[in-house]
């Protein structure tokens, strides 16, 4: 059993940046890769990006390579969600989650809120 937590949401101005933080607890954080998603209202959810369980390998949905960037840090069983240059559409609830073996994934956070305003 994994247990993740994010942190780091909040409202920011169009511009601005926001990086969110996932903390993992139980069994062994280096065993999962991680992934953000983020579901806006009225929207289903979507992928924002991965890291592989050592760091070396990333992927990014199309639209957000070059703004947002995944990373993590094994010793602190932390992954972290850097968004820079925000826009309102970057608006929703954002999860992380951890996937043993992608693309399936097995324990998700409960989501924390990130509004950019105009």
């Known amino acids: 059993q994994v247990q993740l937590v994010e942190s780091g949401g909040g409202s920011v101005q169009a511009g601005g940046s926001l990086r969110l933080s996932c903390a993992a607890s139980?069994?062994?954080?280096?065993?999962?890769?991680m992934g953000w998603f983020r579901q806006a209202p009225g929207k289903e959810r979507e992928f924002v990006a991965h890291i592989s369980w050592s760091g070396a390998r990333t992927v990014y949905a199309d639209s957000l390579k070059g703004r947002f960037t995944i990373s993590r840090d094994n010793a602190k069983n932390t992954v972290y969600l850097r968004m820079n240059s925000l826009k309102p559409e970057d608006t929703a609830v954002y999860y992380c989650?951890?996937?043993?073996?992608?693309?399936?994934?097995?324990?998700w956070g409960q989501g924390t809120q990130v509004t950019v305003s105009s």
């Open positions: 989650a951890a996937a043993e073996y992608l693309p399936n994934y097995d324990y």
């Open positions: 139980g069994r062994s954080f280096r065993s999962y890769a």
